[in-house]
C-alpha cells in the first residue's frame, strides 16, 4: 500500500482504534499526517479531556455498566458533575438499595457502582442519578406505562426513560455547564413512549450555550432524530474510537501519527 503514494493522510478517526495496516502499518512507510477530520476530533475530545471551560458535566447514558467503566473511571476525577441516565443508571440505583423491579440490571457490576459512588462524594465531582423514571410492564406492543419515583419502581415493571422529575434535575446541571460531553441516550428513545428524556436532554445541550461534545453512535442517532447535528459544537464521527479515547486509551491509528512525527523530527 505505501508504494501507492508519496504521503500517508488519516482522516478516518471512524477506524483510528483498530491496528489495520491502512490506519497504523502505511504510517510506517511513508510522511504521515493527520486529515481536517481528524485533527477537529482531536482537538474537540482531548480539550475535554485536558482543558474544557469549567464546569464540566458528563452525561453518560447507554444501556449497561459494563460497556462504559473505563469512561466512568477515566472521567470521574475529570468533570465537575456527572450525570448518569439509561438503562446503567439501574445498576447504580440497585447499588443504593432501591427497588428497580424489573429494569436491567448487571448484579456482577453493582459493587462498581458503588464504589465509584463512594469515591464521588465530596471533595469529589458529584454523581447525579435519576430520582423518578417512566416505567412500563413491556417495551414492544402497547405497553403499560406509569412514572415512579426511582427507589420504589414497581415490582413488575421496568424503567425505560427518565422522568419529568429527573429531566428537570439533569436539564439544570446543564444548563449551569460551560462544557457538555455526552455519550449515550437516557432512555429506549427508538420507541416513542419511551423517548421524551432523551429528547429532552437533545434539547438542554443544545441551547446550554455551552461547548458540547457529542460521542457515540445512538447518540448521534439520538441528536439526529431530535435535534439538530449543526447545534452542537462537535459531533464525533467514531463511535467505537471515541469511547475509547475518552477511556484514556491510545488509539492505534492516532499513535502511528504521533510516531512518525517523533521519527520525522529525530
Not at 459493587?111 to 417512566?134: E, K, S
Not at 492516532?254 to 512518525?260: D, F, H, I, K, R
Request: charged share 20%; glycine share 12%; hydrophobic share 50%.
Amino acid at each position: 500500500m505505501a508504494t501507492l503514494g508519496d504521503v500517508y493522510v488519516n482522516d478516518a478517526f471512524g477506524a483510528a482504534h483498530r491496528a489495520h495496516a491502512s490506519t497504523a502499518g502505511v504510517a510506517a512507510y511513508l510522511p504521515a499526517v493527520a486529515g481536517l477530520l481528524m485533527e477537529r476530533e482531536l482537538a474537540a475530545l482531548g480539550g475535554v479531556l485536558e482543558s474544557p471551560d469549567r464546569p464540566l458535566v458528563a452525561v453518560i447514558g447507554g444501556a449497561k455498566v459494563s460497556s462504559k467503566i473505563a469512561v466512568l473511571e477515566n472521567l470521574l476525577p475529570r468533570v465537575d458533575a456527572m450525570i448518569i441516565g439509561g438503562g446503567m443508571a439501574c445498576t447504580f440505583l440497585k447499588a443504593m438499595g432501591f427497588e428497580i423491579g424489573r429494569s436491567l440490571l448487571e448484579p456482577d457490576r453493582v459493587a462498581f457502582a458503588a464504589d465509584l459512588m463512594q469515591r464521588a462524594q465530596p471533595p469529589g465531582a458529584p454523581i447525579i442519578l435519576p430520582v423518578d423514571g417512566v416505567c412500563a410492564d413491556r417495551i414492544d406492543g402497547n405497553p403499560t406505562m406509569m412514572v415512579a419515583d426511582a427507589e420504589h419502581m414497581p415490582s413488575d415493571m421496568m424503567m425505560v426513560d427518565i422522568g419529568p422529575r429527573s429531566v428537570a434535575s439533569f436539564c439544570e446541571v446543564i444548563r449551569r455547564a460551560r462544557t457538555v460531553l455526552w455519550n449515550g441516550p437516557v432512555g429506549i428513545f427508538e420507541r416513542e413512549p419511551f423517548a421524551a428524556g432523551t429528547a429532552a436532554i437533545a434539547e438542554a445541550i443544545a441551547s446550554s450555550g455551552a461547548t458540547t461534545i457529542v460521542g457515540g453512535g445512538d447518540t448521534v442517532a439520538a441528536i439526529e432524530k431530535f435535534s439538530d447535528p449543526a447545534r452542537f459544537t462537535h459531533v464525533s464521527t467514531g463511535g467505537g474510537a471515541s469511547l475509547e479515547f475518552l477511556e484514556g486509551r491510545v488509539l492505534p491509528g492516532v499513535a502511528a501519527l504521533e510516531e512518525q512525527v517523533l521519527r520525522t523530527e529525530g
